[in-house]
């Protein structure tokens, strides 16, 4: 099962790594490497708990392309 894995920082300096075709299924660390191994542990026991419950592995997920927009806040006065 091939499985994408979205990782980012967040303000504090906490990686965090979350499988988005699996519904709740988030982890962190502090380094990149941590957060990777964290949610690969996550994973495990989503899929266990997703099986036992009798839901499907995965929901569908879908990438798109979107047109350029502009991300300048307007001025609220």
Do not use: H, W
């Amino acid at each position: 099962m091939n499985l994408i894995i979205g990782m980012y920082q967040d303000e504090d300096g906490t990686f965090i790594a979350e499988c988005p075709s699996i519904p709740g299924c988030v982890s962190q660390g502090e380094s990149d490497a941590e957060a990777e191994a964290n949610v690969m542990d996550a994973i495990r026991e989503c899929l266990a708990v997703r099986a036992e419950m009798g839901l499907p592995a995965t929901v569908a997920t879908r990438e798109f392309t979107t047109r350029p927009f502009d991300l300048r806040l307007k001025d609220p006065l």
